[in-house]
């Protein structure tokens, strides 16, 4: 369900959260000292020279290659660009990575899954969003690192060490086919995604500290979270984004970072080679680093090609995907709370879904199957679930067929059906009435 975040070409973003991150994280280690500058904004920070920045970059990249073991294959392009420059390249890069039809999926899969609202401009709130507090970005597809020119001289350094590490990633293992050869399974992706940018902030952090190897940091996912929410009055964009959103946005760097530094417990920086060329395949392994170390195989969950909405007439199905533990904790921390999520969605292993929608564009019938670790991992979701069709449907009204391990309702939108099953949750929304009992047959009877 990453349907906002997934190409490369996006900006680091959020970059005071990340240097609060720094701080907060190293506060308890007396015996390290965080190596960053905290402008004073009552006062004007210096601007660099081109020249100066440009000789910065370069100084930086080598220092990031010694650090990483990511050899200099070429030199990067560097471009000194102003804010109207970035937000032209963002729009510009938004319209390469996704047509018109792309977005189209991707806010009809939120709408689906009650995410976002009918009125919610996905491409509009990624331009405000990413432009709101953009530091500079290194784009894979042009092989360019985009050097901001209103960052403090004291913050510029941070930002280059970040994304000059994404210019080593790239030249040694190409980014942009790194995260395209997921293309089609957004928990996939996701977790490219995160190895990406949490290797760059772990490099970050790194470099930041003084004679305390990242490896002895604690978990940054545990620690950090109400911190953050101290910060967003100071992104009003990303204060106001719907919850799934923000969670998805920090995922790839406090999530990747601790699970980048979790493998720097067992390995070294060149022995983190092995992400790039055999990348986690599950969200699930970010939040649970040994599923990837212990090399732990997570079952493939499959819709047959066709279900009783495939021969409604006037439906067609838009998209095919996964929501993997990362969208597990988006809906449920959504709909009901961030402790909940995490708890309930640590016994995902599995999931797929269809989402169509109706000739007016008004409806998009869903259908799923997830898989749990157990069966009551499996009711504890049902029950999860059953919490969010009631917030999802005001006039949700069960039938006389509902009882304690299935639901079958009526609403204005369609008809509803959740089912518990074993070790599976399944169920459909948006069902035609004429097309629930195939519906309810076809749930039942899935291999």
Known sequence: MDKHNGHQQWPTV?????????????????????????????SPSPQQT??????QADKVLHKM????????????????????????????????????????????TLRAFGLISGNFDLENFLVSFYTEQVAGFYDPETKTMYIADWIPAEMQGMVLSHELTHALQDQNFNLAEYIKAAKTNDDAEAARQAVVEGYATAAMFQTMLDGMPISNMPSLDGVVGPLIRQQMAEFPVFSKAPFFFKLQALFPYIQGASFIVNGLRRVDWKGLNALFISPPSSTKALYQPDVYFNHVTLPEVTLPGRTPLSSVHGLKQLDENVMGELGCNELLGQFLTEDTAAADCAGWVGDRYFVYEDQAGENYPLVARTRWASPDGALTFFRDYRKILNQKYKDLSPDTHSDAERIIAHTSSGEVILLYAGNEVRWAEGVPASRVESMLKWLETLQ
């Open 14 to 42: 959020l970059l005071a959260i990340l240097v609060m991150l720094c701080s907060i994280i190293v506060g308890p280690y007396p015996a390290a000292s965080l190596q960053i500058p905290v402008p004073d904004n009552n």
């Open 65 to 108: 290659s010694e650090m990483t073991g990511l050899p200099i294959k070429s030199p990067v392009n560097k471009k000194i660009v102003s804010r109207e420059e970035v937000r032209k390249i963002l729009i510009h890069n938004l319209h390469t990575d996704y047509t018109p039809e792309e977005i189209h999926v991707q806010e009809a």
């Open 50 to 55: 081109p020249p100066d920045l440009l000789a």
